[in-house]
C-alpha cells in the first residue's frame, strides 16, 4: 500500500531532469478539457469524457466515458501518457497503476481550486508558461469583476441550477460551498443559502419564503431559449418574496455556469452585470 | 359491527382532522396564526400567510392524499395477493411510475405544456403501463391457476422495470442520476393546489371501486376457492380490485414519488389496532396512512436542518425498524 | 348398520347409478324414486384444464339424493378434486352438464349456488388473523346483501354452526393458532353457517391424525343424521368412504368404474382394478362397517 502510494506520488511530481511533457492526454473532466485546450495543449488530448462539450473540437475526439463508467479498456488502448481523472474514482486509479500509465487526479472544491488546478496541470503537461498566463488571466478578470461590484449593495441572492419545469418542485439550489457559492459572491452578491454548508442544496418552498432572497437567478446549461423566461412565472406563487416583488428573476443560459473551468471568469462576469447592470455600462 | 365501523372511523377521522390542522402550524420557520388569518395585510405581502397556504397547507394537504391512497393500496394487493408483505410495488406499478419519470429526467425530457408539468404526467403514464400489463395477467390467468401465478408474474415485472430504470440511469450525466435518486425517495412539497386537484380524480374513482370490496377482501383472503364457494365472483372483482389499487398508487406517486413503506406497514400497524376485518381495516387505513404520512413529512421538514430530508428517508427509518420487528414478531 | 345388499341387480331405493364399462360409452340411464328428489346430478361431463392436454375428467355421469352421503373414491390423479369443483360450480365442464335440482348449474348467479351449496377444502390458510367466529361468519355472505352487515340473527346462526361442530368454546380464538383438527371442524361450522342443503368435501380428513379423523367423521355423520345434510365427499381414505358413506363412485383416470351403495362397490375386485392393491373387505363386527386392509401389490 505504502509503495504503491509513493509510486503515485513519484507520477505526479516527476524529476526535474526528466522530460515530463505529456503528448497523448486523456481528459474525462470537462473542466480540465477546457482548460486543457485553454492552455493551448488542446492538440495533445487524444479522447474525452462522455460530457465534454466544449470547444467544439472535442466533438471529433473518441469519448471514453466519465465519473461513473471511465472505459478503462478504450482508455489503456490509447497508449496515454497521461490521463486526467477525478480524485475519487480509485478504481480507475488502481487500473491505471497497474498498467503503468501516468495520472492526474483532478480534486475540486470551490473557485480558487480553478486556477490552481490550471498551473498544475499546466506544470505537469509541459505547458507552463501558458498555463500560467491563462491563470493569471482568469485571475485578472476575476479581480476586475469583484472591483467594478465593490461599492455595490451587496442582494441577498438565491442561485438555482434545477427545477421541474412548470412548477416549483425538485428546485436544486447552490449552498454556502462551492464554486457556485464563490463565484455569486465574487459578482457581489451574498449568498441566501451561505450557511447551508452543501454544495447542493435541495430547497422547500418553505425554505424560499423564510429566505426571502433578493434576487433570485436560474442557471441552466444548454441553448438559450425563450421557453425558460417564460417559465419564471411560476415563482409567482410565493408573492412575499423580494425577488418576485421586485421583479429580480433572471435565468441564463449556457455550459460556463456548471463546468468549473478557465470560462469561470466569464461566467462570473455574466452573474455580476446581471446582479449590477449599472456597473457595467 | 356498525358499531365497530362508526367508531373507526370516528377515532381516525378525529386523529386526521387533528393532524392536518396541527401539522401546518409547524415548520422550521415561525410563524404565527394571527399574522396567517390577518386579512388587514396584503397577501403578496403576508410571509406567514404564504408559509401556511403555499408552502405547508398543499404539502399536509398532498402527505394525507398519498399516504392514505398507499395505504388503502397495500391493504388490498395484501388481500388479493394473499400475502402479508405484498405493497402497492409488488406488481410493478411503483416501477413503472418510476421508469415514467426517470426517462424524462435523463433525457431532459423536463418540459412544461400550458402550465402542466411533464414529469407527473410521465410518471401516470409509466404506471398505466404496468398496470395495462398487470390487467393482461389477471386475464390470461387460465382457470385454476392461483394468485401465486399473478405475484409471481407481478414480480418479474417489477425486477424487469427496475432494470430498465438502472439501465436508463447510466445514460445520464452526474445531475440527472441525482435527480433521478431524489425523486425516488419522494417529495410532497408541491406547492401548489393543481397538483393535488388533478390526481384526484381518477383517486376517487379508485378508491369508490374498493368501497365496493370489503367484505370480498375478507373472503378472498382465505383463498380463491374458499371465497368463489361462498358467491364471490373472484375473477372480476380481482380485475376491479388491482386495477383501482394500481390506479390509486399511479396517482400518488405522480403527486409525491414513490414514497416507500407506507403501502407495506401501515395496512399492519392498522390491523394490529382494529382487527383484520377489511370493512374496518379500509377506512382505517385510508385515514391512518394520511395521518402517518403527514406526520413523517413533518419529521423530514423540521428534524434535519434548514434543507429537511426526502419523506421517504423518514418512512424507511421508520418503517425498515418496525418491518423487521412485526416479522420476528410473527415468525417467531 | 350394513351398507351390503343383497345382490348386485338390486339397487338400494334412494340411489341411482350407472355403472360404466371402460371401453363402451353408452348413453346414460337415469331412473328415479318419485321419492327421493336428486339434488345435484352430472351428465356426460367432461373437463381437461389445458383444451389441447390431457383430459381430467372423461364422460362421468352421477346423481346425488336428498338424505346421502356420497363418496368420490380414487387413486391421485383421478379426477376426484375436479369433479368436486364441477359439482360445485366453480368449474364448466367442457362437455356435458351438471344440473341443480332441475335447473343447469350457469342458470344461477354464484351467491344463489352458494345459498346451496357448500364446500369444505381440504386445507384453509388464512392470510390474516381472523377469529373463528369471524370464519364462520364469512358463511352468511351469500346470504346478504352488497354492502349489508350480519345481523343478530347472523350471529346466532354462526354460533349454532360452532356448536354443532363443537367449536364454540373456540369462538374467540385466532383461526391461525387452531389445531388441525379444530380447524377443520370450524371451516365445517363456517360451511353450515352457509344453510345450505349440499356440503362438498374435499379430502376432510387427509391432514389430521387418528383422534381428530374419527371426530370429523363422526362429526359429518352426525349431521347427516341430525341436520339431514346432503354430502359428496372426496377421498382417498377407504375406510373413511366405508364407515361413512351411503353410495360410492369409483374414479380411475377421470372415468367411473363403478358405482352404487357402499357395500357393493367396495369390493376386493373394485380395490384391486382401481389402485393395483390386493386388500381384504370385510365387514368390521365391533366397528360396524367395511373395513378394507391393504395385503399386496398387485403389479
Given amino acids: 500500500m505504502a509503495i504503491a502510494a509513493a509510486r503515485a506520488d513519484a507520477r505526479l511530481t516527476p524529476r526535474r531532469s526528466e522530460d515530463t511533457a505529456a503528448r497523448r492526454i486523456v481528459s474525462i473532466i470537462p473542466a480540465t478539457t477546457e482548460m486543457l485546450f485553454a492552455m493551448g495543449a488542446g492538440d495533445r488530448v487524444v479522447a474525452v469524457g462522455s460530457y465534454d462539450r466544449f470547444p467544439p473540437q472535442v466533438e471529433k475526439l473518441p469519448r471514453v466515458g466519465a465519473l461513473l463508467d471511465p472505459n478503462v479498456e478504450r482508455i489503456i ?36 481550486d480553478v486556477t490552481e488546478t490550471i498551473r498544475s496541470l499546466g506544470a505537469r503537461v509541459g505547458v507552463a508558461a501558458q498555463a500560467n498566463a491563462l491563470a493569471d488571466r482568469i485571475e485578472q478578470q476575476l479581480a476586475s469583476t469583484r472591483t467594478r461590484v465593490a461599492r455595490e449593495a451587496r442582494p441577498k441572492t438565491l442561485l438555482v441550477f434545477g427545477r421541474e419545469a412548470g412548477t416549483l418542485r425538485g428546485i436544486a439550489a447552490s449552498g454556502g460551498v462551492g464554486f457556485l457559492h464563490d463565484m455569486l459572491e465574487a459578482a457581489g452578491a451574498t449568498d441566501a443559502l451561505a450557511d447551508v454548508k452543501q454544495q447542493s442544496v435541495m430547497m422547500s418552498t418553505e425554505l424560499v419564503l ?32 423580494p425577488a418576485v416583488k421586485n421583479r429580480q428573476l433572471f435565468v441564463l443560459q449556457g455550459d460556463e455556469f456548471v463546468v468549473p473551468g478557465p470560462r469561470v471568469a466569464d461566467a462570473t462576469a455574466r452573474l455580476a452585470s446581471t446582479l449590477h447592470p449599472q456597473a457595467f455600462r | ?105 435523463t433525457f431532459h425530457l423536463d418540459v412544461a405544456v400550458r402550465g402542466v408539468s411533464a414529469l407527473p404526467v410521465a410518471s401516470f403514464a409509466g404506471s398505466a403501463g404496468a398496470l395495462g400489463v398487470v390487467y393482461l395477467m389477471s386475464l390470461a390467468r387460465r382457470r385454476g391457476t392461483s394468485s401465486t401465478v399473478l405475484l409471481l408474474g407481478g414480480v418479474a415485472l417489477s425486477a424487469f422495470l427496475g432494470a430498465l430504470n438502472r439501465l436508463v440511469q447510466v445514460l445520464g450525466d ?159 | 348398520m350394513t351398507r351390503r345388499s343383497a345382490s348386485q341387480e338390486t339397487w338400494p331405493p334412494g340411489a341411482f347409478f350407472l355403472r360404466r364399462e371402460r371401453r363402451q360409452k353408452e348413453p346414460t340411464l337415469r331412473t328415479r324414486s318419485a321419492s327421493t328428489p336428486i339434488l345435484l346430478d352430472a351428465a356426460e361431463v367432461s373437463f381437461a384444464y389445458d383444451p389441447r392436454g390431457r383430459v381430467v375428467v372423461d364422460g362421468v355421469s352421477l346423481a346425488v339424493a336428498r338424505g346421502e352421503i356420497v363418496g368420490l373414491l380414487g387413486p391421485n390423479g383421478s379426477g376426484k378434486t375436479t369433479m368436486l369443483r364441477l359439482l360445485s360450480g366453480t368449474l364448466t365442464p367442457t362437455r356435458g352438464k351438471v344440473r341443480i335440482g332441475e335447473a ?53 346462526i354462526a354460533r349454532d354452526a360452532l356448536a354443532a ?6 369462538e374467540s380464538r385466532q383461526f391461525t393458532t387452531l389445531s388441525g383438527g379444530e380447524k377443520q371442524r370450524v371451516v365445517i361450522a363456517s360451511a353450515l353457517a352457509q344453510a345450505a342443503e349440499i356440503l362438498l368435501l374435499d379430502e376432510p380428513t387427509a391432514s389430521l391424525d387418528l383422534g381428530f379423523q374419527l371426530d370429523v367423521t363422526s362429526l359429518l355423520a352426525r349431521l347427516n343424521r341430525e341436520r339431514a345434510v346432503t354430502m359428496v365427499v372426496s377421498t382417498h381414505d377407504l375406510n373413511l368412504a366405508a364407515s361413512l358413506c351411503t353410495t360410492l363412485v369409483l374414479l380411475k383416470a377421470g372415468q367411473v368404474l363403478a358405482a352404487g351403495a357402499t357395500g357393493d362397490v367396495l369390493t376386493r375386485e373394485h380395490v384391486r382394478a382401481l389402485y393395483g392393491v390386493d386388500a381384504d373387505v370385510a365387514l368390521h363386527p365391533r366397528a360396524g362397517h367395511l373395513t378394507v386392509v391393504p395385503l399386496a401389490r398387485t403389479h
Avoid at chain 2, 396541527?22 to 406567514?48: H, K, Q, W, Y
Avoid at chain 2, 408559509?51 to 394537504?61: G, Y
Wanted: hydrophobic share 55%.
Fill in chain 1, 77 to 112: 488502448a490509447l497508449k496515454p501518457d497521461l490521463v486526467v481523472l477525478y480524485g475519487t474514482q480509485a478504481d480507475l486509479r488502481m487500473q491505471l497503476e497497474r498498467a503503468r500509465i501516468p495520472f492526474y487526479p483532478y480534486l475540486h472544491h470551490g473557485l480558487p
Fill in chain 1, 210 to 241: 423564510a429566505r426571502a432572497p433578493e434576487v433570485i437567478i436560474e442557471l441552466r446549461y444548454g441553448r438559450v431559449d425563450a421557453a425558460a423566461r417564460d417559465d419564471l412565472k411560476v415563482w409567482n406563487a410565493l408573492a412575499s418574496v
Fill in chain 2, 1 to 105: 359491527m356498525r358499531r365497530r365501523i362508526a367508531v373507526t372511523i370516528a377515532g381516525f377521522g378525529a386523529l386526521a382532522i387533528a393532524v392536518c390542522i396541527l401539522a401546518p402550524l409547524v415548520g422550521t420557520t415561525n410563524i404565527s396564526l394571527a399574522r396567517v388569518f390577518d386579512r388587514s395585510i396584503a397577501f403578496a405581502d403576508n410571509v406567514d400567510a404564504q408559509v401556511f397556504f403555499v408552502a405547508r397547507l398543499p404539502r399536509v394537504l398532498a402527505a394525507v392524499l398519498v399516504g392514505g391512497a398507499f395505504a388503502v393500496a397495500g391493504v388490498v394487493f395484501q388481500a388479493f395477493l394473499r400475502n402479508p408483505l405484498a405493497s402497492p410495488d409488488t406488481l410493478g406499478v411503483s416501477s413503472g411510475a418510476t421508469l415514467g419519470a426517470v426517462i424524462v429526467i
Fill in chain 2, 174 to 332: 452526474y445531475t440527472d442520476v441525482f435527480r433521478s435518486m431524489r425523486w425516488m425517495m419522494g417529495s410532497l412539497d408541491v406547492g401548489s393546489y393543481t397538483d393535488i386537484i388533478v390526481p384526484l380524480v381518477p383517486m376517487v374513482a379508485a378508491l369508490a371501486a374498493i368501497a365496493t370490496l370489503p367484505r370480498v377482501l375478507d373472503l378472498v383472503s382465505l383463498g380463491e376457492p374458499a371465497a368463489e364457494s361462498r358467491g364471490v365472483d373472484v375473477k372480476k372483482a380481482e380485475r376491479v380490485a388491482l386495477v383501482s389499487a394500481s390506479l390509486l398508487t399511479g396517482s400518488a406517486v405522480s403527486i409525491g414519488g414513490p414514497v416507500p413503506f407506507v403501502g407495506i406497514i401501515v395496512p399492519h400497524i392498522v390491523r394490529l389496532i382494529v382487527g383484520a376485518d377489511h370493512r374496518v381495516v379500509l377506512p382505517a387505513a385510508l385515514l391512518f396512512g394520511g395521518s402517518f404520512l403527514v406526520l413523517c413529512d413533518l419529521v423530514a421538514r423540521t428534524a434535519f436542518g434548514p434543507a429537511g430530508m426526502p419523506v421517504g428517508a423518514v418512512t424507511a427509518l421508520i418503517g425498515g425498524p418496525f418491518f423487521l420487528w412485526l416479522l420476528f414478531r410473527k415468525f417467531r
Fill in chain 3, 104 to 156: 343447469p348449474m350457469g342458470a344461477l348467479s354464484r351467491r344463489e349456488l352458494a345459498r346451496r351449496i357448500a364446500v369444505v377444502p381440504q386445507e384453509t390458510h388464512s392470510a390474516f388473523e381472523f377469529s373463528a367466529l369471524e370464519i364462520v361468519m364469512m358463511g352468511r355472505y351469500p346470504h346478504l346483501g352488497a354492502f349489508e352487515l350480519e345481523g343478530a340473527d347472523d350471529l346466532a
Fill in chain 3, 165 to 170: 361442530t363443537g367449536t364454540r368454546a373456540l
